[in-house]
DNA sequence: TTGCAACCGGAGGCATCCTCCATATAGTAT
DNA sequence: ATACTATATGGAGGATGCCTCCGGTTGCAA
């Protein structure tokens, strides 16, 4: 996955050595045991004093926002991947089995984040646009090839998935997901 | 709405009481505010203490159960009267319709509810399996009618409408919810 | 009226979020 | 090297909310 570090105002080095090591602590947090990590956990397990993880990271959601930032860079990535695949629908089906998979592994981070309205020009909004316009290309794809209704909305078609991993949160059952996911999938269909 | 009043173990007329005044404020409270009420604030607007709302409801979890009982027998009440329906994919819809504005109206408390595993037995329990037996009916119906497709099974198509409200949750957008939920439906046509 | 089992209520323990500010330090100017 | 200062640190503690515990109260049966 890529390391998304991204260089903003100079800060000095202690300052960016512990927001680098706390992002890296949340992020590894996150993925075993999902988006309900205690902040003070993470100060801890990474070393540094509560105070400076808020200074860092303002508020609980910012800093869920910076760990999903690589998610969704990821996720754009794949799409572009997929644009060129010979069958457009199997590109669309396999973009959104990703999105589902990702939202789980992050135990719905991404369905907690995608799901806050963020403030125009915010990184991890700017992201999550990006990331959405490559998908966007890929259903665009398959509505051209006429294997997808042509008034199904990416933006629908994404909070449903999302929709999945937060109702299987409490009580995750693959067969149940799929399930569902095989419904939406349906439901896109022509 | 009818007044599930589940006389059960003779109880002090005062203890009977303050668990009907205790239950109706936390109703009215879901109505207007959503599930993630303070239970606090409805002890005082019951007037009774938190110790009083405590023993009658042991856990968070056991007050919005009893609150969304009234809502899960309805919702059977709703789905028995449209067994009857001209049209069988219609009273089908039309009763998954509920399910989504039961939802949306108690800001997904019945999705948390519906969310949890509850133990067998219970009356939640019991109330939420006739529910979903009379749904069942219906959506039987619709499949005998070559209406929707028979590999369909009622609890993907509830949890993934169940899924729709909790994702509309933090910004809820009428035409969005739409929109999904048309995409449910059309997913499991025919 | 009396006795007691059932019931009440709120003080307080625990967890978590977040703020504030006295102290420490990186980087720069001399 | 030294001094200076803007920047950064970190933990004490305030706020909120969940839930428990137990001394005091009260309905009700005899």
Known sequence: MSEATVTRAPRRADAQRNYEI????????????????????????AGVGIGTLYRHFPTRQDLLEAAFLDEALELRARAIALADAPSTFDALVSWLRLQRDFG????SMGAAVMNAKHTEGTEIQIACASMRDAGAVLLQHAQAAGEVRAEVELVDVLRLI???????EQAPDARRVEGMFDLVIAGIRT
Not at 162 to 168: K, R, Y
């Open 162 to 168: 999302h929709g999945i991993v937060l109702a299987n």
């Open 22 to 45: 706390i992002l890296a602590t949340a992020r590894a947090a996150i993925a075993e045991r999902g988006a309900n990590i205690v902040l003070e956990d993470i100060a801890r397990d």
């Open 104 to 107: 789980a592994h992050g135990r």
